[in-house]
Every structure is written in C-alpha cells, then in structure tokens.
C-alpha cells in the first residue's frame, strides 16, 4: 500500500523536477558522495573512465567513417547518461556536485578533496586501462597499424597537446578557458541529471549539454584520459610531460572552476533556499 501511494502521489507531481527541487536533489547526493570510503570511489570512478572512454571511441570511430564532426556530438553522450544512471562516480561532475555541498554546509572541504581525489585517480585508471585494451584491439596486440581509426586518434591527440605547446602561453590559456567552459556544460547536464522523475527525461535533459560541449570540441579533463594516452599507443609522437603539462593539468583546473564555480556554487546560492 505505501508503494502505491507514492507512485501516486509521484505521478500526481508529474514528471519534471523544480530547480529548488533539483538542487535539494543534488545537494544530498553531495553528501552521499563525500561519505564513500576509498575502494568505492576508485573503482565507481574506473567504470565512469571507461564508459566516458567508449564512448569517445565511438564517436571517433563515425569520424573514421567519413560521417560529419556533429555525429560524434550526437553519440558520445551515451557514455554520460549510462554512468549517471548508474550511480558511478565523475570527478568532473563532482567538481560541481561536492562545492554545492559545502556552499550549503553539508560537507567540510577536507572531504571535497578527499573525493576528487580518489576519483580522478579512478577516472584516470579506466580511461588508461580503455586506452590499452581499445589500441590492443585496434592493432591486434601491435600486429599491424590501427587503421584509420588509430589516425583520428593521433591527429586527436596531437591537436591537445603539441597544437597548444607550439602556442606557448597563449596555448596554455586556451586550454584552461576551453576546460572552463566543458565543464561548465558538463555539470548542467549533471544538475539536470536530478530534473526529471523518469529515466527516459533524465537521458533527454543530459543529452542536451553534454552534446554541445562535445560538439564545440572544448577540453575535458576526463575524455583527454583516454584521447591522448590511446594517441600516444597508435603512435603519436607524444610525451608523458607533454600531455600533462599541455593538457592534463590546465584541463583539470579549468574543469574544476567551469563546474565549481558556474554550476555548483552558482545553483546552490541561486535554489539553495526558497525566496532566494
């Protein structure tokens, strides 16, 4: 009978989900986020690497195909809404999530780095790990080349990282200002994740940033795990400290003020409170 009921009252409400709504939504998951002990943040974050990873290589493999740039932007957020809608972990939407959260006084900042950190280190071990199995397949186990798909993978990986170091500082900045505005649009899609009561409208509300940020190629911390390292393994000439200092480091920091700043505190002090 009480099962009844609230699917009666849930249906009584409708299916879409107020920004007050929303944001209380995502303000308790901030908290659930910040309580997970280490193992589950690591291995949840190793899945979000990787499906984010599958389905960058989806996208580059319609590119491969001849299909126009704008196809790739209409896949690739398959990868987002299956790890949203299984609760795994995305340092790049906890980068909006965990700051929301301590706007509100839910959670300390010791416990917003202790999240970010196991999770990105999550992140990057299934975006790696994605890495060596999809060139492994691509190659067979560096039999023979990776074919066209291989190609869009290491002129990808050369346009993150040797395009902007031959930029120099101005290089360096775009990187940063592309990431801001990724993550930006990333974390709209992980707040709209809470705007819908129905599976079918949470895909559809996710799907719309997420494509545009894919879309207008900005710089994704998390994505760049998988680009340029499988770049590197087709045969890009890239190194370690190149992507990280060309790439790696200004993605992440872009990332962490497009999400922490213009989604996650941004909601939390515009719906954190009714009358606001």
């Known amino acids: 009978m009480r099962e009844q009921a609230t699917l009666h009252r849930e249906a009584a409400l409708g299916d879409a989900v107020s920004p007050y709504e929303l944001v209380s939504a995502a303000l308790e998951a901030s908290e659930r986020k910040a309580q997970l002990a280490v193992t589950p943040m690591v291995v949840r974050g190793a899945l979000s690497g990787a499906l984010l990873a599958a389905a960058t290589l989806l ?12 196809v790739g ?12 809608l299984l609760g795994l972990e995305l340092a790049t939407g906890n980068f909006a999530l965990l700051p929301a959260g301590w706007y509100a006084g839910r959670l300390d900042a010791a416990a917003v780095g202790r999240n970010w950190w196991w999770v990105y280190l999550g992140n990057l071990v299934g975006g790696t790990a994605f890495a060596v199995l999809a060139v492994a397949a691509l190659t067979g186990w560096w039999s023979h080349d990776s ?9 990808l990986a050369l346009s993150k990282t040797v395009a902007y170091l031959e930029e120099g500082w ?3 900045m775009t990187v940063v200002t592309k990431a801001v505005l990724a993550n930006w649009l990333v974390t709209v899609g992980t707040m709209l994740a809470f705007s819908s009561r129905s599976t079918v409208g949470k895909i ?10 894919f ?3 900005y710089e994704h911390s998390i994505v760049n795990m998988f680009v ?20 790696q480091v200004p993605a992440t920091l872009g990332n962490i003020v497009g999400g922490g700043l213009f989604t ?3 909601l939390a002090w515009s719906y954190g409170r009714r009358g606001v």
């Open 73 to 84: 932007a209409l896949i690739f957020p398959v990868g987002f809404c299956m790890l949203v």
């Open 264 to 266: 996650g505190l941004v």
């Open 170 to 172: 101005r290089g360096w």
């Open 59 to 70: 996208a580059v493999t319609a590119w491969a195909q001849g299909l126009p740039r704008i």
């Open 228 to 247: 340029i390292p499988a770049g590197m393994l087709a045969g890009a000439p890239i190194g370690l400290g190149t992507w990280w200092m060309w790439n």
């Open 204 to 213: 559809a509300a996710m799907w719309l940033p997420i494509m545009t940020f």
């Open 215 to 217: 879309g207008l190629g």
């Open 147 to 155: 074919g066209v798909v291989g190609e869009q993978l290491r002129q």
